[in-house]
């Protein structure tokens, strides 16, 4: 054990031992050991002064923070703004105690009562660190707000609308970009362009030409390129970099221009102000720069042109002989009854038409505000549909939008009794696509649950089919294209994401059937209507469906593929 710190201040308060000041430093630091934390306990129930102590202590370590984290002396933001960390456990538990410590100072005869040292020590509202340690995070610097008519660089990652944007490249041979940095500020590319995401304050521009446009709360954002780096005043400016240099220009406020790569005099430009570092001639420039606006008509004509294509696909569709039930969602036109578009369905009789049940609602679909989805968020929310027959084998088709995945498994189309040969299809909280058929369910299978810890009874006899991770928090809100095809011919199960075979497995001899069924059905929940319970489990997608498709036969990869590429939304 080291020396005990000098106290804040320099003087030790009267009345506090030389261990509970260490024991205070350690506490703020995090680094306390069970023992001393205990004593430091005690220590603070029966003596205001180490109390006062550790407030102190805390409001220094506080102070230090605030001061290496701040403005420099200029009153500028740090020449060099980076993406500020989630606060250290250290931190959290320096912040605990300190509310603590205040609880005991207020209220001296009441107990306190802490959790153990580094797993969280609970505040008045019952959080503790080690509730903060357990929740979801993302990795990223920027949301990709749009992407027009893009094509990706094949040396660099391809991202959609919606997606976050981690510290690396960002890279398009043609279209649009809006990219929403998290300081605030928002960035249009044009390109062909070339970039690196830096931090939530910072990029690179290597290629291509861009607008900024930075609210006074992102003040201090910068752009580096070969020649310059430009430090915001608070200002909308532009840029287009190529090998021969960089032009700057000022459409409103001022920014500030530091030399690179070895510094130099700085030097400022004000509103309607530009300069050509380089050589040659200087680019066209001014009032030529694309904003917001102009990305969203341009976003808006892309979205009617797609949905005018896939309306004209869907219609055709319609007529394939192979389906059982095809549901348009995205073409609208209907109220609380869905109905089924499959020419083949059989007799005009409403055959798989599907009833919106409580609160499913239609909101804006995958082509903007023209189209329709169908959202799922409310547990009660579900579409009911019978689809009689039997069947050689089953595909099914879908878009989707994914909000959340609240439940343990999350429906997109589930047979209500899930008896022998029927499908049940599903998306698991860990983001994985499910497919499952119905095997067995006279029998009764004994196995391991990884999430009980021990043996549990399965009613049934079936295999579930997992894809590998699809979504996750980073993709909230994006489209997907998904399909699960049954060959019972072939002996597989295939699954597709967005096109692509992602899964492709054998089906085991005894789980293999040849007659599949369907029978009374959901979209989007499982509500076993015929329960004896009045209690059901939850399993609503909070999400949005679209374009939901069940065939009689199993589709090929190509045809996956058209399915995809002929319903693509916008930003793909």
């Known amino acids: 054990m080291t020396d005990s710190p000098a106290p804040p201040g320099g003087d030790s308060p009267s009345g506090v031992s030389p261990k509970d000041h260490r024991r205070c430093f350690e506490a703020v630091d995090g680094t306390i050991s069970p023992a001393n934390f205990q004593a430091l306990q005690e220590a603070l129930r029966r003596d205001p002064a180490v109390v006062e102590y550790y407030l102190r202590v805390s409001r220094l370590t506080h102070t230090l923070e605030e001061i290496a984290a701040g403005p420099a002396a200029d009153g500028t ?11 250290a456990p250290r931190r959290r538990q320096a912040v605990l105690w300190a509310t603590a410590a205040l609880a005991v100072l207020a209220a001296a005869p009441l107990a306190l ?31 990709l707000r749009r992407a027009v008519d893009v094509t990706w660089a094949e040396d660099a990652p391809a991202y959609r609308g919606g997606d976050l944007l981690p510290a690396g490249p960002v890279a398009i041979d043609s279209g649009l ?9 928002t960035v249009v590319v044009e390109g062909p362009a070339s970039l690196v995401v830096d931090s939530d304050w910072a990029l690179r521009m290597h290629r291509g030409r861009m607008r900024a446009d930075v609210p006074p709360a992102a003040r201090g954002f910068t752009v580096r390129t070969a020649e310059t780096e430009v430090f915001d005043l608070g200002t909308t400016f532009a840029l287009e970099v190529s090998d021969g240099g960089t032009f700057a220009e000022v459409l409103d406020g001022e920014i500030e221009l530091r030399p690179q ?127 009689d027959g ?23 189309f589930m047979a209500d009794g899930y008896e022998n040969g029927e499908p049940h299809w599903q998306i698991r909280d860990d983001g994985r696509l499910m497919f499952s058929v119905m095997a067995d369910d006279s029998a009764e299978v004994e196995y391991f649950s990884k999430v009980e810890g021990r043996m549990v009874r399965d009613a049934g006899l079936h295999k579930v089919y997992l894809t590998p991770p699809l979504w996750d928090l980073s993709k909230s809100g994006r489209w997907f294209h998904l399909a699960s095809v049954y060959d019972p011919a072939a002996g597989r199960v295939r699954q597709y994401v967005d096109g692509e075979l992602v899964a492709d497995e054998a089906i085991p001899a005894d789980m293999l059937v040849k007659t599949l069924r369907i029978g009374p059905a959901e979209l989007g929940n499982w509500g076993q209507p015929f329960r004896k319970s009045p209690a059901f489990a939850l399993r609503n997608l909070n999400g949005v469906i679209d374009e939901l498709a069940v065939y009689r036969t199993p589709l ?17």
């Open 113 to 143: 009562f802490f959790s153990r040292p580094g797993g969280g020590l609970a505040d008045a509202g019952g959080v503790t660190a080690a509730d903060v340690a357990a929740e979801e995070t993302v990795v990223g610097h920027a949301a």
């Open 177 to 185: 970009l809006e990219i929403d940095f998290f300081c605030g500020a």
């Open 556 to 572: 090929s990869g190509d045809a996956v593929r058209r399915l995809f590429e002929a319903g693509r939304p916008p930003g793909y």
């Open 261 to 387: 790569p070895h510094g130099g005099g700085k030097s400022r430009l004000t509103t309607g102000q530009s300069v050509w570092l380089g050589e040659g001639m200087k680019p066209r420039g001014g009032g030529t720069w694309l904003a917001a606006a102009d990305l969203e008509a341009k976003r808006a004509v892309d979205a009617r042109r797609r949905f005018a294509a896939w309306q004209s696909a869907a219609a055709e569709r319609a007529d394939d002989a192979r389906l059982i039930a095809y549901y348009p969602i995205a073409a609208g036109g209907f109220d609380r009854v869905l109905p089924n578009a499959a020419a083949g369905k059989g007799p005009a009789d409403g055959t798989g038409d599907g009833a919106l049940v409580g609160m499913v609602s239609k909101t804006e679909g995958r082509f903007g505000e023209a189209s329709a989805g169908l959202s799922f968020e409310r547990p009660g929310a579900r579409v009911r549909t019978v689809l």
């Open 390 to 412: 039997e069947f050689p084998a089953l595909s099914l088709s879908c878009w989707v939008r994914i909000d959340g995945l609240d439940r343990r498994y999350n429906a997109l």
């Open 77 to 87: 933001a740090p020449s060099t703004p980076a993406a500020v960390p989630p606060p």
